[in-house]
């Protein structure tokens, strides 16, 4: 068993479970996350000055699949959420050791 925390642009979070609707998944939780990466923070406008917004908001998809399906899953997540542009996120796979 595998453990795969996706984290994605907000947007994008419906078109990938969309995808992931038919998937071999034994669990699947969403939260609405903030962080940054190389992308760093972002300057934005609010009534006429500037100011840096120092965390981004994203949505992390954590899910567990069986080990013969974690390449499908994969798969799917990329497909479904990749648009070629910085920011796009991270996709982690972790072994999930012991299940209670």
Known sequence: M??????????????VLDGLK???LEVCQVREV?????Q???LDEYRGSEYSLAYL????????VDDAHVEEVLRIIV???R?????????????????V
């Open 57 to 64: 908001p994203k949505v992390e998809i954590t899910l567990w």
């Open 2 to 15: 595998k453990q795969i925390v996706a984290i994605i642009k907000p947007y994008r979070v419906e078109n």
């Open 40 to 42: 760093k923070s972002y």
């Open 79 to 81: 497909d479904h959420a």
């Open 34 to 38: 903030k962080g940054w990466g190389r």
């Open 83 to 99: 648009t070629g542009r910085q920011g796009d996120g991270k996709i982690f796979v972790l072994p999930a050791e012991a299940v």
């Open 22 to 24: 038919d998937a071999p």
